[in-house]
């Protein structure tokens, strides 16, 4: 029977490959399945299995075995669902940093802001200005009430302060 089935799909029998279906997907579902593949990958493997018995139906060395052979595709299609990304390797700059190089941040920004807590309010108002979206010297200038060409070298002390506070800690 299972023999006849697959002559009549090879000749485009929508009913032979109606049987087909019906007798097999089961087996296909369960074996996703069994691979903890969600609903949605379920079916994209199933899918996806059918296309390949379509597109190898004609070169299929033995009709009877149509069963075994769907059972291997779907255990290889599964296997290829459950590496991560699909079976592509990932693009690990477009995955971010990692754990430890979060940790670290956070351990250095920590660090940063425990060294300005400590400096003089002026220096803390230049670097809060500066950390902001860009703001231009003459804005500074015009909130701290200090004129423009000091803003450069207070600048540069109030960095160089925090930077020395940073590398004691």
Not at 36 to 53: F, G, I, K, P, S
Request: aromatic share 6%; net charge positive; with cysteine.
């Amino acid at each position: 029977m299972r023999d006849e089935l697959i002559a009549l799909a090879r000749q485009g029998d929508e009913a032979a490959w109606s049987a087909l279906v019906d007798r097999y997907s089961g087996l296909l579902w369960s074996i996703a399945r069994s691979y903890n593949l969600n609903e949605a990958d379920t079916a994209d493997l199933a899918q996806t299995v059918w296309l390949r018995l379509v597109e190898r139906l004609a070169g299929l060395r033995d009709d009877a075995a149509v069963g075994g052979w769907l059972a291997v595709t779907a255990r290889h299609e599964a296997a290829r669902l459950r590496r991560p990304c699909g079976g592509r390797l990932p693009d690990l700059a477009a995955t971010g940093p990692g754990p430890d190089t979060i940790c670290l941040e956070r351990e250095r920004f920590g660090q940063v802001a425990v060294a300005i807590r400590g400096m003089p309010e002026r220096c803390r108002r230049v670097l809060r200005f500066l950390a902001l979206a860009p703001v231009t010297y003459a804005e500074i200038a015009a909130a701290l009430d200090i004129p423009i060409g000091s803003v450069g070298p207070t600048r540069t002390r109030c960095l160089a302060g925090l930077r020395r506070l940073i590398e004691a800690a």
